[in-house]
C-alpha cells in the first residue's frame, strides 16, 4: 500500500527560516499558527495586591500584635502612597530611593518602613516574580536625624518626688508612682503585676506577665518581652508604705479584673504632677532609665543592672539606658588622679 504523502517545506517566519512536516493540510496550517502566535504576557502583580497577601499570610497571623500595627502602619503612611500604583516587576533601586528620600523623621522611622518592604520583595524574590530585590541595592541610602534619647531624671528631681509621695492624694496614684518610679520596670511590666506578684515580707516583686496596648486603648496581657524579662527584682523599701492593702491573687494591682488602659495611665500621671507640683511631666519610661542609670552609677556593676532591666545582653542596658551621671569635670579629674599618682 502506498505510503500517505507528507508535506515538508521551509516557511519564512518572523525573517527566520522554518521547515514545516505535516501529514495534512490541517497538521501544516495548525503549526504555522502555533510558530507565528504571539507570546501571551506574563501576569503583572500590583504591589498593592501582593503587600496586603503577605501581611495577612504571612505578618499578622505570625508576629505580636504591635508588631503587626507597626507592619500595617508603615505599609499605610510610607510604602503603599508611593508604590502602591506600581507593579511589583517594575519597582526599581530609584523608586526604593525616591521613597526613602520623600519620608520624613527620624532614621528609625524609615529603617521600619525598610523592614517592612524588604520582606514583601524578599517575598516576591521566592516567588520568582523578579531577579533581585531593590531594597538591598548598594545604592540605597537611608539616612535621617537620630531618634532623642530617653533623658533620666534628675537626682534632685527624684528625691523631689520620693519627698513627696505622701502628697498624692489616690491611694491607686501612690502606688504607681511608688512602684514605677523606684524600680527599674517597664510602664507594661508594671501594668501586669497581680496581687500576688508583690511580695513585702521578702521584699521581692515578681514580674511574670506584661499588658500591652497594641492598638492604645485595648489592653492585651501576655508573656514578658523575652525570657529575660521574666525575673524578681528587690522591692524598695521607700516603696512599701504606698503599696495598697489586700490586692486578691489573680486581680491586676492597677485596673482590679482588667489593667489599665493607656488613657487611664495618663490621666493618672497627669493628676500625679498636680498632686507633687512636679515641673516636668510624669513619663515611665524615664523612670526606668533613670533608675537604671543611678543603679550602675551607684554600682558599676553592668550584669547588675542587666539583671534589673531584664535585658538579654549587657551591651543593650549600655546603649539604651545607662545615660551617665559623670560630669565632664569629673571625667578631668579622674584621669588626672590617675595621671598624678
Known amino acids: 500500500m502506498a505510503s500517505k504523502t507528507k508535506i515538508n517545506q521551509p516557511v519564512l517566519i518572523n525573517g527566520v527560516k522554518r521547515w514545516i512536516t505535516a501529514s495534512t493540510m ?8 502555533k510558530l507565528t502566535a504571539t507570546p501571551q504576557a506574563a ?3 500590583p504591589f498593592t495586591d501582593y503587600a496586603w497577601n503577605w501581611y495577612n499570610t504571612y505578618s499578622k497571623p505570625n508576629v505580636e500584635t504591635a508588631t503587626a500595627t507597626t507592619y500595617k502602619r508603615q505599609l499605610d503612611l510610607h510604602i503603599l502612597p508611593v508604590l502602591g500604583e506600581l507593579m511589583v516587576e517594575d519597582i526599581t533601586t530609584d523608586h526604593i530611593q525616591a ?16 523592614m517592612v518592604l524588604n520582606q514583601i520583595l524578599d517575598a516576591a524574590v521566592e516567588d520568582g516574580i523578579i531577579k533581585q530585590n531593590p531594597v538591598k541595592s548598594r ?10 534619647p530617653t533623658a533620666p531624671y534628675t ?11 505622701g502628697d498624692v492624694k489616690d ?5 504607681y508612682l511608688a512602684l514605677q518610679a523606684l524600680h527599674p520596670m517597664r510602664l507594661e511590666e508594671v501594668l501586669g503585676l497581680q496581687g500576688e506578684d508583690i511580695d513585702p515580707e521578702a521584699a521581692q516583686i515578681h514580674i511574670r506577665r506584661a499588658v500591652t496596648h497594641p492598638t492604645r486603648n485595648q489592653p492585651e496581657i501576655k508573656e514578658t518581652k523575652t525570657d529575660a524579662s521574666a525575673r524578681t527584682i528587690g522591692l524598695s523599701s521607700l516603696a512599701l508604705p504606698y503599696l495598697l492593702d489586700k490586692v486578691a491573687p489573680g486581680e491586676f494591682i ?9 488613657t487611664q495611665v495618663r490621666r493618672m500621671c497627669n493628676r500625679i504632677k498636680k498632686d507633687t507640683g512636679f515641673a516636668e511631666n510624669i513619663t515611665p519610661i524615664r523612670f526606668r532609665t533613670t533608675v537604671l542609670t543611678d543603679l550602675y552609677d551607684q554600682t558599676k556593676d553592668i550584669k547588675l543592672a542587666q539583671a534589673a532591666a531584664g535585658h538579654t545582653t549587657p551591651a543593650m542596658t549600655l546603649r539604651y ?13 579622674a584621669v588626672e588622679r590617675a595621671y598624678s599618682a
Open 26 to 33: 490541517q497538521e501544516f496550517t495548525d503549526k504555522i499558527i
Open 43 to 45: 501576569t503583572a502583580h
Open 99 to 114: 521613597l526613602f528620600n520623600g519620608m520624613a523623621g527620624a532614621k528609625t522611622t524609615k529603617d521600619k518602613a525598610r
Open 139 to 148: 545604592r540605597v541610602k537611608i539616612t535621617g536625624k537620630a531618634s532623642t
Open 155 to 165: 537626682v534632685a528631681q527624684m528625691r523631689y518626688l520620693v519627698q513627696r509621695l
Open 171 to 175: 491611694p491607686v496614684d501612690r502606688a
Open 254 to 262: 492597677f485596673g482590679g479584673s482588667a489593667p489599665l488602659s493607656y
Open 321 to 333: 539606658y545607662v545615660k551617665g551621671r559623670e560630669t565632664s569635670s569629673q571625667a578631668t579629674a
